[in-house]
């Protein structure tokens, strides 16, 4: 059972992590990776448990929950510890001449105690992927992780508790509408880290904009998937499936809704239909194929299947929480299905002839998460890419962007404020502190009154 703590114990757990910050032992090189190292060997050792509580969460399969999830946290570790000592590094910066002799650097300070906060559909990977970046930074952490997901949650606290002292990395449970305000309204944070819904991010803006705490928001939206006319619509159809019915649809940069030109639209849809028979023969016992979090969540997705026409799919059974991989048409665009971000295994198709139309729908819920274009068309790639402000995406692919910790991630708009992964991730859990060093040898005296004189030389 994942114990919840009181509001005292709480207290301390966070006056510990400031007198910890305070003693300046996070912060050396050698100290941060060794935090490193052994979050890394901690995962191994309780690989199989982290798998068996993925399944039992989300009927996860360990190959599934290896790539999207602890796969995903080894690979940001293997780029942090390769990494750290550059990216600690303070940065030579040029100074004008007219601050001679002066030279300028910027040192990267970390932020000090931060919270960090999980939603259920990755709740593994999205609660340590963003800790990596704390540690790397020399940060003191409390993690969140998500009540919906419980069985991992349980699992992150016994490895956490297991390989970290809580006065320097501690996890909190319980119900996040209640335990997250009032703890953000008694402390105040040094950067609060969140993952999650839009709504919830407005949320966490508000209680942080109280006492000035910086925020990154990572959240949803609808991302749109449009497939041009001259493609290869096997690959295409493949990357598709495989990118909308990954963990049931439940992803936060899963293709949302479907547009595809008219000329290749019914071969698409017949693409698509055999790949997800051929990905996910499915019964509801199958184990390749995700269930969805909860009855509510069920209830909901169940509802959109009503909203248009159902291709193929549909097919839900509520006591295994399983919803058929679903492709849908004629469906309004007024329709909650289509307002509202779908995270189920539901996708509407659209056809259209004009970049206009598909432009008009996007524009409808402005900002996406992800964007992902299939085309060989460089005119039509920049087109989309100058056109559409979106977090991040793929030309002729899905979700896998993510997987480059060389790209930043994160949403713009409503789709989130701020990056992280690899490099981005330091940056985020860092300050940059502007360091301008003068020489003694010299002065030039030019700043100094009486400025009669020295007005000419303007
Ligand atoms: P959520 O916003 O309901 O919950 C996220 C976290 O916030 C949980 O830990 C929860 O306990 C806490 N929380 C819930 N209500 C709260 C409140 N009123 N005040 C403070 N904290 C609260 O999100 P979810 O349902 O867990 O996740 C689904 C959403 O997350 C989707 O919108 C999805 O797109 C988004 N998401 C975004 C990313 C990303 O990287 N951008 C990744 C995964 C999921």
Known sequence: MIAEIGHSAFH??????????????????????DQLKRLKQVIRNNEQAIFDALNKDLNKHEFESYSTEVGVVYE????????????????????????????SYI??????????????????????????????????TVLKPSELAPATAEIVEKIITEVFDPAYVATIQGDGAQVIPEIMNSHRFDLVFFTGSIPVGYAIAEIAAKKLTPVILELGGKSPC?????????????RIVWGKFTNAGQTCVAPDYLMVHNSRKKELIELIKKYTNEFYTETPSSGDYGRIINKRRFTTLKNYLEQGNIIFGGQTTEEELY???TLMENVSIDAPLMTDEIFGPILPVYGFDSYKETLALINKNANPLAFYLFTSNKETEQFYINKVSFGGG??????IHLGNPHLPFGGVGNSGIGYYHGKFSFDAFTRMKAVLKTQTWFDSGIQYAPFKEKIKLL
Request: with cysteine; aromatic share 10%.
């Open 12 to 33: 301390s757990i966070i006056n510990n992590q400031a007198a910890y910050f305070k003693s300046g032992a996070t912060l050396s090189y050698q100290f941060r990776l």
């Open 76 to 103: 940001e570790l293997n780029f942090a510890i390769k990494n750290l000592k550059s990216w600690m590094k303070p940065e030579r910066q040029s100074t004008p001449f007219a601050l001679f002799p002066s030279s």
């Open 107 to 140: 040192h990267k300070d970390p932020l000090g105690c931060v919270l960090i906060i999980a939603p259920w559909n990755y709740p593994f990977q999205l609660l340590i992927n963003p800790l990596i970046g704390a540690i790397a930074g020399g940060n003191c």
């Open 226 to 238: 449009i497939v041009d006319k001259d493609v290869d619509l096997h690959n295409a159809a493949k």
């Open 323 to 325: 919803i058929a991989p």
């Open 394 to 399: 793929c030309i002729n692919n899905t979700l």
